[in-house]
């Protein structure tokens, strides 16, 4: 008997969200990002239904190849490129793009013979100052990629900080084309929320992740109004009712405490199936298609919502925890987090249904 928790994608929200992706790109090219398992949908399953995608944007060896092994045949993009040497070969076999951001994979490759010619990008730190090369070293780096043998291309790129935020990205786009200035080099720029809001910040490639799983990358903007459909929808069912009277308190640390007379389902799903334990009492959740509300801690394998007000619910009443009628956006804010997180978070234990 299978706990009664489980996630759908929708492999059609997918769909939707890229095309709505590539109406904002106006003809630049596509990296769809689906690192993290792409944000916790699958990468097989995400590439299968982003295959209008010019290619893919990954984190590590393990999903490169998954993707080569589900027949994935477009370009791949290592977004922290090669860690060491005998990652070198990989990256030919499998055709993958890196991303060189350190003078020590430079080296690492000039030291390296590949068996053949491999397409690399060259980031560009404009202040992020996490990943890249700055006023002085980006120029030998670049030099150096174009006098390799086996570098067929070079495309510069960066990342912005603050494309959702007051700052916005004129600053390091103003950085980037000032250290970019005589490259003659593709350019690859935005994010979802760059994308978005800033056109002129495309570049040859964009590079959009939140946005294709139905999320909104700005805080006062939501999916919806984004035309973005949610891709991911958890839902649980309720597993035990409780009638608590006033003064009486319900979960760890008893800190929450009815006010009145109160029905509380209690849900079978905890912060070891993804949902985040830091979640306040408040935070929505349907039950049976209507808003309500959680109340006391979340706990490992349940939390608690008041049914005071939803005629009806019982055990096996169906719960929506984000998703479909209501974004993990709202459910992310309300526990202090992004839904970038939530949707990461997706615990391996909770089963994976696809949904047209
Ligand atoms: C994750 C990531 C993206 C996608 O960002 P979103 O905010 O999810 O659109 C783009 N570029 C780089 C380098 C990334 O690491």
């Known amino acids: 008997m299978p706990r009664p928790i489980r996630a759908t994608i929708s492999a059609g929200a997918l769909s939707h969200n890229l095309l709505v992706a590539k109406a904002y790109a106006k003809g630049a090219k596509l990296w769809a990002v689906i690192k993290a398992n792409a944000y916790g949908h699958g990468v097989e399953r995400a590439a299968r239904a982003l295959d209008a995608a010019d290619g893919f944007a990954v984190l590590d060896f393990q999903e490169a190849v998954r993707l080569r092994e589900a ?8 977004l922290e490129g090669f860690f060491k040497p ?21 080296e690492m490759l000039r030291l390296e013979q590949l068996p053949g010619e491999i397409d690399v990008y060259l980031k560009v730190n404009t202040g992020m100052n996490r990943l890249g090369f700055g006023a002085e070293s980006l120029r030998p780096a670049y030099n150096a990629l174009r006098m390799h043998a086996q570098v067929r291309s070079v495309t510069l790129m960066t990342h912005f900080a603050d494309a959702d ?16 200035k ?14 978005i809001r800033f056109p ?3 570049g040859d490639w964009v590079r959009p992740g939140i946005m294709l799983y139905g999320c909104s990358p700005f805080a006062g903007r939501t999916a919806e109004s984004l035309n973005l459909k949610p891709a991911m929808t958890l839902r649980a069912e309720i597993i035990a009712t409780q009638q608590l009277h006033t003064g009486e308190r319900i979960g760890y640390g008893f800190s929450y405490e009815a006010v009145g007379e109160m029905a509380v389902g209690v849900v079978a799903c ?19 298609g209507r808003r309500t509300r959680t109340v006391g801690r979340v706990s490992m394998d349940m939390i608690c919502v008041d049914l005071t007000d939803i005629p009806g619910a019982g055990i096996g009443s169906a719960v929506t925890l984000w998703g479909e009628g209501l974004s993990a956006d709202e ?5 202090g987090t992004l839904s970038y997180e939530l949707l990461c978070a997706l615990a391996p234990r909770v089963p994976v249904a696809e949904a047209a």
């Open 71 to 78: 027949g994935v045949t477009k370009p791949i993009l290592m």
């Open 331 to 335: 459910v992310a804010a309300a526990a």
């Open 200 to 202: 002129e910040a495309r």
């Open 182 to 195: 005589g490259f003659e080099a593709p350019r690859s720029l935005a994010n979802s929320a760059a994308l």
């Open 86 to 106: 005998v990652d070198l070969p990989l990256l030919h076999q499998y055709g993958l793009t890196p991303v060189i951001h350190d003078a020590g994979q430079v």
């Open 270 to 288: 905890g912060y070891a199936d993804g949902y985040p334990r830091h979640a306040p009492s408040g935070t929505p959740v349907l039950v049976n």
């Open 165 to 180: 935020g007051a700052g916005g990205v004129q600053g390091q786009l103003d950085w980037f084309n000032a250290l970019a």
